[in-house]
């Protein structure tokens, strides 16, 4: 007997919930421009996060699965430009060298190989069609190490380093900037003021953080050193890979110690070279997309704030035109509780619908901007990417703020005299 009564008041429950909800949706599309107007507020920031956010998201998922190809074993060297006042500054007094890269390999025993790089921008042409890429010189364990793996012909090889030859291989872009045919193994283009011959074509690969990776194009680092000159010569960047990620600490001692004797480093001197490992760089990209996140969200719940005053005073209105209505309800047996809860929940719906509407201008919106920005501004642009955290933070924000800014308002209605109400015209 006792188990029938629960299950009545169960259903009893739910029951009165559902019809306060179906008279919430009434009252609601009873008034469609005033109750969008209401909630623009809502909109407007539920929009902005999810734009925002899905396109920073977008962004690093694209980092991190640059990064996810690489193993815990790599880490990178570069110049310590931190050391000067500005970027440019540094970059004209610090020096990292192709013989700093040697050393490492030769002097540190944990490291299984090295692979040092340059990056330049260049023109290039083939038969009078002219454009400009990346140009990137490295050595051959660089393709390993990077995953990059070839469509036709072959990688740089030790003997096109140790002899400074004029080859390249090249992303599929290049291939459409320059008009090459389909076999262009053994064609020469032009790269800078010297010409190259085609060795081999990279396998596609897509963007990464805004960058296409197949815009480039791969030469000898010590041609790259002979064309480009001396700032090219000192502003080498290493990937190193060493054998054990056990050994990943004491690489990194040793790598140190390596580096402070090649440039003379006396004792008490700060180093002019920073180590990344790969772990490092993610914890570093994680810990800016978390206080971009704080930022934005901040930034955001200010425009929920406005929002949720603009819902208040709406149900403020909404419960002055229904005090007859409200008055009528009590006459035939409703409680002060369920007045309280039906316009409640018509606060909350009318934000979660808000919030709702907000989330998908704001995907839109988001998606619109990656199409322009890979349009006009870097084809290889990510995708946007709206986590499922972003969804449901975006539609918990909303639900809260109309529970919290209808509260007043239904407590008011819930305190109105059934006599006076029904006497209200």
Known sequence: MSAAIKREQIYGF?????????IALRAILSNKMRSFLTVLGIIIGVLAVVTVLSIIQGVFASFFSQFETMGADTMFIRPN??????????????????????????????????????MRSDNIAYRGRRDATQIQGTTEPYA??????????????PMDVAARR?????GQDIIDKLALPAACLGEEIQVGR??????????????????????????????????????????????????DA????DAVERISQVMRREHGLRFGQQDDFRIFTVEQVQKIIKQFTGISTLVVTAIVSITLIVGGIGIMNIMLVS???????IGIRMAVGAKRVHILYQFLIESVTLSTLGGVIGLLAGWGLANLIVFTLRHTVAEGFPPAYV????????????????AVFGVYPAFKASRLDPIDALRYE
């Open 387 to 402: 986590p499922m955290w972003v969804i449901f933070l975006s539609l918990f924000f909303a639900a809260f703020t109309g």
């Open 194 to 243: 010297g010409t190259y011959t085609i060795v081999g074509v990279t396998e596609k690969r897509g963007g990464s953080f805004g960058q296409s990776e197949d815009d480039v194009i791969y030469i000898p680092l010590t041609t790259a050193i002979q064309q480009y000159g001396t700032d090219t010569a000192n502003s080498v960047f290493i990937v190193v890979q060493v054998k």
């Open 246 to 249: 056990k050994y990943m600490d």
């Open 81 to 118: 430009w931190e050391m000067f006042r500005s970027h440019q500054e540094g970059v004209r007094r610090l020096k990292m060298t192709y013989e700093d890269a040697l050393a490492v390999k030769r002097d540190v025993p944990q490291v299984r190989e090295v692979a040092p790089f340059i």
């Open 319 to 325: 419960v002055t035109e229904r005090t007859r209505e």
């Open 144 to 157: 390993e190490m990077n995953n990059i793996g070839i469509e036709s012909g072959r990688f740089l090889g």
């Open 14 to 22: 739910w029951g009165s919930v559902g019809e306060l909800l179906r």
């Open 166 to 170: 004029k080859v390249c291989v090249i």
